[in-house]
Antibody, heavy 115, light 111 residues
Framework: EVQLVESGGGLVQPGGSLRLSCAASGFTFTNYWMHWVRQAPGKGLVWVSRINYDGSSRNYADSVKGRFIISRDNAKNTLYLQMSSLRGEDTAVYYC????????WGQGTLVTVSS | QSVLTQPPSVSGAPGQRVTISCTGSSSNIGAGFDVHWYHHLPGAAPKLLIYGNINRPSGVPDRFSGSKSDTSASLAITGLQAEDEADYYCQSYDRSLSGWVFGGGTKVTVL
């Protein structure tokens, strides 16, 4: 069974940093592109970033470019999102998603940016 | 605002048919990229309803169907049931953004 488990969320002050992790199991992690998607309170789903199989190709939404870094450790079957210069508008539930139908999603981890 | 445009809400009585539109552009849906649809409840992970424009994953009732034409796509729900109350999102890929794009979401209410 495919499982994606996010962790690392929490309360952080504006301007601070946080690293999210997504532990993958039940499939060959290195065979798939992976994504981060977020949902701010009361808002819709928004794509954040994606990474290819070996980490050599990465893309970001304009809203996070230059502040967030996506990475992966295939030996640990783990996806990461390093977030820095955090702003209030980054407050959201962050989901990791496997890029292959049925597009398995984790349960999400909540990031709250507030002083 | 979202790259893909959906109506904020639709409603219908039990047993009725409702449709949700998803309008994009020549850099996403119009460029031939697939459209996928999700059912989402608060606190839960989004659940895939339709993939590749028209396909249903195993376990999704045939009351749900998808279609695509030019720069738009639609999700139809027939035989509306109370359990269908949720938010629904369309998703595609955008070649200008080199990433996924989502609609703003449509809240379905069963009257």
């Amino acid at each position: 069974e495919v499982q994606l488990v996010e962790s690392g969320g929490g309360l952080v002050q504006p301007g601070g940093s946080l690293r999210l992790s997504c532990a993958a199991s039940g499939f060959t992690f290195t065979n798939y592109w992976m994504h981060w998607v977020r949902q701010a309170p009361g808002k819709g789903l928004v794509w954040v970033s994606r990474i290819n199989y070996d980490g050599s190709s990465r893309n970001y939404a304009d809203s996070v470019k230059g502040r967030f870094i996506i990475s992966r450790d295939n030996a640990k079957n783990t996806l990461y999102l390093q977030m820095s210069s955090l702003r209030g508008e980054d407050t959201a539930v962050y989901y990791c998603v496997r890029d292959s139908t049925p597009f398995n999603w984790g349960q999400g981890t909540l990031v709250t940016v507030s002083s | 605002q979202s790259v893909l445009t959906q109506p904020p809400s639709v409603s219908g009585a039990p047993g009725q048919r409702v449709t949700i539109s998803c309008t994009g552009s020549s850099s996403n849906i119009g460029a031939g990229f697939d459209v996928h649809w999700y059912h989402h409840l608060p606190g839960a992970a989004p659940k895939l309803l339709i993939y590749g424009n028209i396909n249903r994953p195993s376990g999704v009732p045939d009351r749900f169907s998808g279609s695509k034409s030019d720069t738009s796509a639609s999700l139809a729900i027939t035989g509306l049931q109370a359990e269908d109350e949720a938010d629904y999102y369309c998703q595609s890929y955008d070649r200008s953004l080199s990433g996924w794009v989502f609609g703003g979401g449509t809240k379905v209410t069963v009257l």
